[in-house]
C-alpha cells in the first residue's frame, strides 16, 4: 500500500498540528507557508514546505501533487476570491483519497443566542464571512469535506496567555456565549474524516461548552492564582474595539457538534474550555 501524503494549502496553526500528528503515523506532509523564514523551520519538522500566494503560485504544481492522495486547504479568501481555486483548481480536480477546507461557524452569522446545525441555512454578518461561505461552497462543489471551526486556541494561544500579558479583559454582555475548539481536537476531527471519507459533507467543530468569553476569563485567572481584571460593561469597552473585535462580537449562537461524533466516531480530547486551559497550563509548568 502505498505511503499517504497530503498537501496543504497554508501550514498555519491547525495544519501544522494536524501534519506533526500525521507524520507521526508516517504520512508525507508537503504543503505551503507564505514567508520564507517560515520554510526553514518546517523542514526541521519533517515538513516538504513551498511558498505560495496570489503573487506567487506553485512552481512545477504537477510534480508537486504527483503522490499527493489527500488534500487541505486552510487558506482564508481574500477580497478577491480564493486564491488556491483562483491559481490551481486544475490540479485539484484530482483524483484523491479525501480533500478537505477549513471553515468557520461565523458562516452562520448572528442567531441571538440560538443553536445552529449543518444543515440551518448560511447568514454571514460581515464580508470576511461572506467571502468564507463563498469559498466553502467552491471547495465543496469539488467534492471536499469542509469543516466549520469555532474559536481556536491552544498551546501559544489562548486565554491563559492573555491574562500573563495583561491583555485579558472580562466584558459583560448578558446572555453572550461562544464556541471553542481546541486545536488538538481539530486534527482529531479532520483525521477522523479522512478515515470516513463522504465527500461534499459539513462539519461543525467545537467542544461540548459554549460560554461566556468573561467567564473563560475568570477561570484562567483562578488556574494561573491572579486576581481577574474588573468587569466591563459591552457598551463601554465597545468604545474601544478596533472593527475587527467589533465583528467578533457581532455574532451570537451555540454550535451543534453531534455530527462529528455519530458521523465520525470522534471523541473530543477537552469537551470543555476548563479541560484544555488546564491541560495547556500542565504542558508549560
Not at 114 to 131: F, K, Q
Not at 240 to 251: H, I, L
Request: proline share 6%; net charge negative.
Amino acid at each position: 500500500m502505498p505511503q499517504p501524503r497530503l498537501f496543504c494549502f497554508g501550514l498555519g496553526y491547525s495544519a501544522r498540528a494536524l501534519a506533526l500528528v500525521l507524520i507521526g503515523e508516517g504520512w508525507q506532509v508537503a504543503g505551503t507557508v507564505r514567508e520564507e523564514d517560515n520554510l526553514e523551520e518546517l523542514k526541521s519538522l519533517g515538513i516538504e514546505a513551498h511558498l505560495f500566494d496570489r503573487d506567487r503560485p506553485l512552481e512545477n504544481p504537477q510534480s508537486l501533487f504527483e503522490n499527493v492522495s489527500h488534500v487541505l486547504s486552510s487558506v482564508p479568501p481574500d477580497g478577491q476570491g480564493d486564491v488556491v481555486l483562483d491559481l490551481h483548481s486544475d490540479i485539484l480536480a484530482g483524483p484523491f483519497d479525501w480533500i478537505g477546507y477549513l471553515s468557520t461557524t461565523g458562516v452562520y452569522g448572528n442567531r441571538d443566542g440560538g443553536l445552529v446545525n449543518e444543515s440551518d441555512a448560511l447568514a454571514p454578518t460581515s464580508d470576511r464571512a461572506r467571502r468564507r461561505a463563498e469559498a466553502e461552497s467552491r471547495w465543496r462543489a469539488l467534492g471536499a469535506h469542509a469543516f466549520r471551526l469555532a474559536g481556536i486556541y491552544g498551546p501559544g494561544r489562548n486565554v491563559l496567555e492573555d491574562v500573563r500579558a495583561g491583555r485579558a479583559r472580562r466584558i459583560d454582555k448578558p446572555g453572550h456565549v461562544f464556541s471553542r475548539i481546541h486545536v488538538d481536537d481539530i486534527g482529531n476531527v479532520v483525521r477522523a474524516s479522512m478515515k470516513r471519507p463522504n465527500p461534499g459533507s459539513i462539519y461543525n467543530v467545537c467542544d461540548d461548552e459554549p460560554a461566556a468569553p468573561m467567564e473563560v476569563v475568570t477561570y484562567a485567572c483562578e488556574l494561573l492564582g491572579v486576581a481577574p481584571p474588573p468587569v466591563q460593561s459591552f457598551d463601554e469597552a465597545e468604545k474601544k474595539m478596533s472593527a475587527m473585535g467589533r465583528t467578533f462580537w457581532a455574532d451570537n449562537k451555540r454550535v451543534d457538534n453531534s455530527r462529528i461524533k455519530n458521523e465520525l466516531n470522534a471523541r473530543l480530547l477537552y469537551p470543555g474550555y476548563r479541560q484544555g486551559l488546564a491541560a495547556i497550563l500542565e504542558s508549560i509548568q
